[in-house]
């Protein structure tokens, strides 16, 4: 199954812009937004691996969980369309909006919604729950919420990998686990940012090691805490302006939660002089683009 996708690759696109040349600094952006038009960027890279463990185990069902707006639920159902299973999606409810752009998607994809209230939702890591829901659904592969384990670390290793030489491989952070596997496939000479989109999110750093055993041993990276722009789903007027505007001068489109807040960031670090003349930083787009009619459907764009 993950045969089918592993030739296809994202392109790398190089910016130019005066701010950049100003600096002296050579940015490229990893598209992994264009992967697939409904299974992109790390929700891709997380899901190759587990997907093809899915198989190996002779599961035919995946099981999954994410909050309404989820990225990971949609490109979970999509994927089980693509590729003729069953899903399921544990939604942190405690109902279901079904005119929620993201729900209606996996939906019509076929997966099947289970609601649970915030307390249940709060049981998704714990065993004796996941061991309910296994006896449940005897035939499901369970992956844990936003797609984030071991496997999944193994595509975004992969992704790294596949990068040519630079300075410096930046991303988007929410739980860790992209950043991990990342940190996994970079060589040593490279230094892998993390972006957190969380507030008070230092905490993810003794989980990144926990995740990635060259995170505990090498210092080739950092978790940027600072740039979360009010928490997680929050964003500025001026971040969502530089959204708009970056789209607009590169054709890139970017979302103010996960890949824009990021760019905006390295934009300031820029600006700040974070970066020495003649760096390469490699900027990895981690799609998410699905969320802006999620945003648009409460309002927060136009
Ligand atoms: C589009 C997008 N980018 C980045 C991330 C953050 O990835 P991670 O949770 O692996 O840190 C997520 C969440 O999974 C996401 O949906």
Redesign the pocket.
Known sequence: MAAVYSSFESPLQTINHPLLAARKIQLTIKRDDLIHPQI????WR?LKFNLAAMQQLGKSELLTFGGAF???IHASAAAGKLFGFTTHGIIRGPELDSENPTLRYAKQCGMNLHPVDRVTYRLRHDQNYLAELQHQFPNAYILPE???NSA?LLG?KELAESLPPADYII???????????LIEGASQSTTVL?VA?IKQAEY?ITDIKQLSNRAKQQQNWQLLCDFHDGGYGKFSANLWQFCQAFNHQHDIPL?P???GK?IYALWQLIEQGFFAPHTHIIAIH????Q?LDGLRYRNLID
Do not use: F, R, W
């Open positions: 992109s960027g790390n929700k997380k989820s990225n990971h936003g797609g984030t999944a975004c991303c988007p952070t929410g739980s860790g686990g992209t950043l991990a596997g993390g989109v993810l979302e939660i996960y890949s990021m981690t799609g998410g683009l969320g």
